[in-house]
Nanobody, 121 residues
């Protein structure tokens, strides 16, 4: 069974940067991405990347500020978050799905444990 193990996150001031990492144990030959959930809100799609890296999709709210990447040799996906805003505060979840479109539609095969990102104003 594939497990997604997240690391990174924490507290940062507005305008700062953080990087999240997510390692898939046991191998994971699927698209990977990120969702987030702010307090009192539904989980929302953030970004996803195909297995080969040729297809990438971002939510409009993070486009041009966040960058998703992956190292398949290490079964790891990253989310570089720059120019962070207080509204980016949420629990971030690493996810895996068959395709980028599947991930974006919420058709998720596996979820990470979640990690808190807090952006202070």
């Amino acid at each position: 069974q594939v497990e997604l193990v997240q690391s990174g996150g924490g507290l940062v001031q507005a305008g700062g940067s953080l990087r999240l990492s997510c390692r898939a144990t046991g191998g994971f030959a699927y698209a990977m991405g990120w969702f987030r959930q702010a307090p009192g809100m539904e989980r929302e799609f953030v970004a996803a990347m195909s297995l080969g890296g040729g297809i990438i999709n971002y939510a409009d709210s993070v486009k041009d500020r966040f960058t998703i990447s992956r190292d398949n040799a290490k079964n790891t996906v990253f989310l570089q978050m720059d120019s962070l805003k207080p509204e980016d505060t949420a629990v971030y979840y690493c996810v895996g799905g068959k395709l980028v479109s599947s991930v974006k539609d919420g058709d998720i095969i596996s979820w990470g444990q979640g990690t808190q990102v807090t952006v202070s104003s």
